[in-house]
C-alpha cells in the first residue's frame, strides 16, 4: 500500500508555545488530506479536511484558529497547535487519500503524541 | 449523517481460532465503501479489508473476510486462524461515494488474541 510519512512522532512542549506537525505521502500524490484527533482508547474524531490549494474545512466545534492547516503541495500537509495548552494533550494523526484509480483508499500516518505541560 | 456501531468494547480469542468483529452501520445512501482498520500498540493504522456497497461478494484478504448484509446494515470481520499479532483495535469504517472521501469510524473493538 502507499505510505504515509508523520513527523514528528512524539512532542513536548511548554504551554503558549506553537507546535507544527507535518504530514507526507511518500509515493502518491494527495490531493485530500485529513486530521484527527484520538483520545486514549478512543476512536479517532476527524478535525478537518486539508485539499490543496484551498482552505481546510473543519468539523464542528474545532477551532481554526487554533489547529492551523496548510496544504500547499500535493504531498504536504501541515498542521499547527497554536498556544498549545495541556488540553490540546492528544495523539494526532493524518491520513491521505489514494485517489488513484477508484480505491478511494486513505492511509494513515504512524501519528504524533502531543504532551503540553 | 452516518452512524457507524461497534457494540463490543472488547474481546478475546484463542491462538489459531476464529473471532467475529461486528459492526452495524446507518445511512441513507446507496452507493458507500466500507473498511476495517486495525491499531495496533504501536498505533499505525493499517487498512485489513474494504468491501464496495455495490458488490454482493464478500471481501477476503487472506484470513481476514467479512459478511456484509446490504440490507441489514451490517459489516462483520472474521479472523481465522488468530495469530498474537493480531492482537489491536479494530476500527470499522464508513465512507460515502463521491462525497470528499470522509470516513466515519466506528468506536472500536480491542481484540486481544491469547496463547
Known amino acids: 500500500g502507499a505510505v504515509v510519512s508523520q513527523h514528528p512522532s512524539r512532542v513536548i512542549c511548554k504551554s503558549g508555545t506553537s507546535v507544527k506537525i507535518e504530514c507526507r505521502s511518500l509515493d502518491f500524490q494527495a490531493t485530500t488530506m485529513f486530521w484527527y484527533r484520538q483520545f486514549p482508547k478512543q476512536s479517532l474524531m476527524l478535525m478537518a479536511t486539508s485539499n490543496e490549494g484551498s482552505k481546510a474545512t473543519y468539523e464542528q466545534g474545532v477551532e481554526k484558529d487554533k489547529f492551523l492547516i496548510n496544504h500547499a503541495s500535493l504531498t504536504l500537509s501541515t498542521l499547527t497547535v497554536t498556544s498549545a495548552h495541556p488540553e490540546d494533550s492528544s495523539f494526532y494523526i493524518c491520513s491521505a487519500r489514494d485517489g488513484r484509480g477508484a480505491l478511494n483508499i486513505q492511509y494513515f500516518g504512524a501519528g504524533t503524541r502531543l504532551s503540553v505541560l | 449523517a452516518q452512524t457507524v456501531t461497534q457494540s463490543q468494547p472488547e474481546m478475546s480469542v484463542q491462538e489459531a481460532e476464529t473471532v467475529t468483529l461486528s459492526c452495524t452501520y446507518d445511512t441513507s445512501e446507496n452507493n458507500y465503501y466500507l473498511f476495517w482498520y486495525k491499531q495496533p500498540p504501536s498505533r499505525q493504522m493499517i487498512l485489513v479489508i474494504r468491501?464496495?456497497?455495490?458488490?454482493?461478494q464478500n471481501a477476503t484478504e487472506n484470513r481476514f473476510s467479512v459478511n456484509f448484509q446490504k440490507a441489514a446494515k451490517s459489516f462483520s470481520l472474521k479472523i481465522s486462524d488468530s495469530q498474537l499479532g493480531d492482537t489491536a483495535m479494530y476500527f470499522c469504517a464508513f465512507m460515502k461515494a463521491n462525497a470528499g472521501n470522509m470516513l466515519t469510524f466506528g468506536g472500536g473493538t480491542r481484540l486481544m488474541v491469547k496463547p
Open positions: 468491501q464496495e456497497a455495490y458488490k454482493q
